[in-house]
């Protein structure tokens, strides 16, 4: 019902500038859907929503393959710390659009950079929350474990990851919002399908419906990405709350 609430809200706010500025530039609601009902199958729109998802996708699981590691190693080892976290907080406060170029030099202009881009994105939030998840375990339960003589494997699966695992979402929710715009950027360039490139053509073609029509779409799918984050932290760190 909220997001009922929310949508209303901003389509009147939008139907009130559309109705004040009275040009093609910012074109009536009404007519963005139905130019995404009746033009989304032959502008391929599809298409360039399935290259932003697969680029979302394979960001976050690469992230997310170097952070989870990192981050409970740094959290229970202070030698590899002191190593690691300096370094975390050299480079995260840096914003990381600057380094598209980068990985364009390096790693072509094609989907590699992409990716490299937002997995960088979300690994340094990832890494340090999880290790501040890691570090904030009493030792107790580690002292409890060891006297029950449980491996390494059963400390790590019943202790530390039950620990980790909502702020691994805490930093999925704060870091999909930025990999979206930093997706809709680096698809700008050296790309033929992405709903960036989508929004961008349409831009220089000055078809400003089909533009906003792109928009649209991509702001659903990053709602489409929140709801799907909720429902997982839902079924994996409160199933009994389902």
Do not use: C
Request: hydrophobic residues 50%.
């Amino acid at each position: 019902m909220r997001y009922v609430r929310g949508t209303l809200l901003v389509l009147v706010l939008w139907y009130l500038l559309a109705l004040s500025v009275s040009s093609p530039i910012i074109p009536y609601p009404h007519t963005v859907v139905q130019y995404i009902v009746s033009k989304g199958i032959s502008t391929n729109i599809h298409r360039h929503v399935l290259h932003s998802l697969y680029r979302i996708f394979m960001g976050l699981s690469i992230a997310l393959f170097f952070a989870i590691p990192i981050g409970m190693i740094a959290g229970r080892l202070r030698i590899i710390d002191s190593i690691i976290s300096p370094v975390l907080y050299l480079l995260y406060p840096l914003p990381k659009i600057a380094f598209l170029p980068v990985f364009m030099v390096l790693f072509g202009i094609g989907d590699l950079s992409k990716l490299m881009l937002i997995s960088v994105i979300v690994f340094f939030p990832a890494a340090v929350t999880i290790r501040d998840g890691v570090k904030e375990i009493s030792p107790k339960y580690i002292e409890l474990a060891k006297a029950y003589h449980l491996t390494q494997r059963q400390i790590i699966s019943e202790i530390i990851w039950p620990a980790i695992l909502p702020r691994i979402f805490s930093s999925l929710r704060i870091t999909l919002g930025i990999s979206l715009s930093v997706l809709f950027i680096s698809e700008s360039y050296a790309a033929k399908f992405g709903l960036g490139y989508y929004i961008m053509n349409n831009w220089v073609m000055a078809q400003y419906i089909g533009m906003y029509a792109g928009i649209v779409v991509l702001s659903l799918v990053g709602l489409a990405l929140y709801l799907t984050t909720d429902s997982l932290e839902k079924r994996l760190v409160h199933p009994r709350k389902n």
